[in-house]
């Protein structure tokens, strides 16, 4: 939250119990005056109180809150933050909600061009390989692991398990 609560008087309520930017709350039972749960837990992100820059962000939170904060006049991901994978695909989602009508059209276009040239790609791949046999099969698999596909995607792509990959390409 960019916001600080206040009280019927006026007075800050989360900035007046601490400064910190993370508060975890819990539910309180006035009738017993005790916990009601600790299961039920609201977490308040402070905005304002998160001052860290990239490089002093020492956890995974304090650079979501950094992100969060400053996401709007960010151009990129800081790269303090490479060490977290989690970031890169934001980077690249935040670059494409980005783009203006014209250009989304034409990401949009080449993302399809993309995704059905792959699909018939892995169509013809499997079919090829399921009609050539057991000499032609284990010749395809190598072609495929030669042309830099990973184990795990020659099986994928050919609806084969990872250990007949590795027998065809005399891994195992």
């Not at 001052?51 to 020492?58: A, F, G, I, L, V």
């Not at 995974?60 to 950094?66: G, P, R």
């Amino acid at each position: 939250m960019n916001f600080d609560w206040k009280d019927d008087t006026g007075k800050a309520i989360l900035s007046e119990i601490n400064t910190k930017p993370f508060d975890k709350i819990g539910l309180y039972n006035y009738s017993t005056e005790s916990a009601f749960t600790d299961k039920a837990r609201m977490y308040f992100l402070k905005l304002p109180f998160a001052q860290k820059t990239p490089e002093e962000c020492d956890s995974l939170l304090e650079a979501w809150m950094y992100i969060l904060k400053n996401f709007e006049t960010m151009d990129a991901i800081p790269a303090a933050f490479n060490k977290y994978p989690i970031f890169t695909d934001l980077g690249e989602t935040a670059r494409t909600a980005a783009l203006n009508p014209t250009e989304r059209r034409k990401y949009e276009r080449s993302l399809k061009v993309y995704r059905d040239n792959n699909a018939i790609l892995q169509t013809t791949a499997k079919s090829n390989y399921q009609r050539g046999g057991d000499d032609k099969s284990q010749s395809y698999i190598r072609r495929m692991f030669g042309n830099g596909y990973t184990i795990e995607d020659i099986a994928h792509t050919l609806g084969e398990t990872i250990d007949t990959v590795k027998r065809a390409l005399n891994l195992k």
